[in-house]
Nanobody
């Protein structure tokens, strides 16, 4: 079992920045690829970013490329999502997720992840 707890969400003006954190406990954190997803009201959960176990390879949705950065600290069992130049359309509940076995093609697919956090709200005002 892996427990994931997100933090760092909040209310920010357009153009501002936030840094989300996801702390993991349980089985070996470095054994898991990690992803960030988000879900806005009335919409499906969508992929935001993902990172391989070692942190050497990252993936991003086109909508956040150049603005968001995913990173991980395996010594601290934590994955981060640095979000810059936020836009109102980034408003959503942000979830982190862990996948033990996942292909590159599966990184953006919610069903490929084994564990999920409870989510943290990000609201961007215009």
């Amino acid at each position: 079992q892996v427990q994931l707890v997100e933090s760092g969400g909040g209310l920010v003006q357009a153009g501002g920045s936030l840094r989300l954190s996801c702390a993991a406990s349980g089985r070996t954190f470095s054994s898991y690829a990690m992803g960030w997803f988000r879900q806005a009201p009335g919409k499906e959960r969508e992929f935001v970013a993902a990172i391989r176990r070692s942190g050497g390879i990252t993936y991003y949705a086109d909508s956040v490329k150049g603005r968001f950065t995913i990173s991980r600290d395996n010594a601290k069992n934590t994955v981060y999502l640095e979000m810059n130049n936020l836009k109102p359309e980034d408003t959503a509940v942000y979830y982190c997720a862990a996948a033990f076995i996942i292909t590159a093609q599966g990184m953006g697919v919610p069903g490929e992840y084994d564990y999920w956090g409870q989510g943290t709200q990000v609201t961007v005002s215009s």
